[in-house]
């Protein structure tokens, strides 16, 4: 991502944000798995959006208007000692040089500074209680303004929800951002691919698994969320992540993986029989998910509702169900009763961008958000039928069957980024015999 690409993301916020105001934004920090190991680093996606900057225990400041520099980078220090330990850190001149701030300080310093800064605002945008430590500190240098420690303090009269504005802003994806999740797509479906290949009766979950992450990291990646890899009765657990079973003929396996590239996410899912066939059975729960799923694709048009693809998706599966003989009734009845929630209990999508679960409003005034060029979501039905589940016959039981794929809505037809990555249960039967 260029770096014109951050300063444009830091402009179009001040503009929202207009004169008189100031945002503060944390950076992530190290978290501890336990003593002095810690877990591997991720930036706050906020954070990263406006700063590009990888390093945790920095905070970005932005003052429209501001004339001695809209943009404030606090940040680690220089200490070759440390660095010797942790790895290299820009320090505020690095900050300054390479990562466009306007002005640049030790986070040591930000007690001292940073209150001289709020005084001068009308408004502060912060996003409150993501950090319960960051919340604190907020609330100490108000109050030191108000306690007047500084003469002729004065105290913003307001504080707005940054996550608002900012959550708007990255809702709607840049070419470059598109650029980006179209690479992380196609490292993922690659991963998928080989973990296909792999499968067979006697193979673990884990072994499935292993292939996607050592395909992820193979291109400089992690995933982007706990890898799903479900057989046989794991398949109807939506958050199964052990992946610990041995896989056996006859199963379903449901893998639900993808990395993040560049930090933006991918979400794939697919279902394939292990043996490389599909039961009648299996093949008919598929046909009708892999129904629902393209459905509801071509609802992810510019000017549709945000619900309108998971509304397909509940008609589609409904009226299949009945002509399965797994739901007795009217469509239109069983949908308003939501008898479909017995097998399908989730909604068909989400975001995506720097989050998986990607940020931004659903509904806009109490209304289902519209679809706008730009936006990416997943669509990823499902049916999931328990071994055990009562009133349906035994030859259905175990099957769990989901399909996902990342949807971005353009000003014609739905661009899906995942979309070269088998699903058609003819071409998985072919591509798993040709494996
Ligand atoms: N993998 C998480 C999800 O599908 O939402
Ligand atoms: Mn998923
Ligand atoms: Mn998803």
Known sequence: MKAQEFDQRRRALMRMMGKGTIAIVPSSGIKL?????AYPFRQDSDFWYLTGFDEPDAV?????????GEYVLFCRDRDPAREAWDGYRAGPEGAVEDYGADDAFPIEAMDDILPGLIESSDSVFYSMGVSGGFDKRILGWLNELRAGGRAGARTPEEFV???HLLHDLRLYKSRAEVGQMRRAARVSMEAHRRAMRRAQAGVYEYELEAELLGHFRAHGNREAYGSIVGSGANSCILHYVENARRMEDGDLVLIDAGCEDGYYASDITRTFPVSGRFTAEQRKIYSLVLAAQKAAIDKCRAGNLFNEPHEETVRVITRGLIKLGLLKGTPARLIKEGAYQKFYMHRA??????DVHDVG???VGGEWRELEPGMVLTVEPGIYIPP????????????????????????????????ALVKEPDEIEAF????
């Open 33 to 37: 798995r336990n003593r002095d190991v």
């Open 60 to 68: 970005a400041v932005l003052i429209p208007g501001r004339k001695a």
């Open 161 to 163: 929800s940054l996550e």
């Open 349 to 354: 999508g989400h975001w995506i961008g720097l």
């Open 432 to 435: 798993m015999q040709a494996a």
């Open 388 to 419: 055990g589940t009562r009133g349906v016959a035994k030859k259905w039981w175990g099957i769990g069957v989901r399909i996902e794929d990342d949807v971005l809505v353009t000003r014609g037809e739905p661009d899906v980024l995942t979309g």
């Open 361 to 363: 409003d659903y509904k």
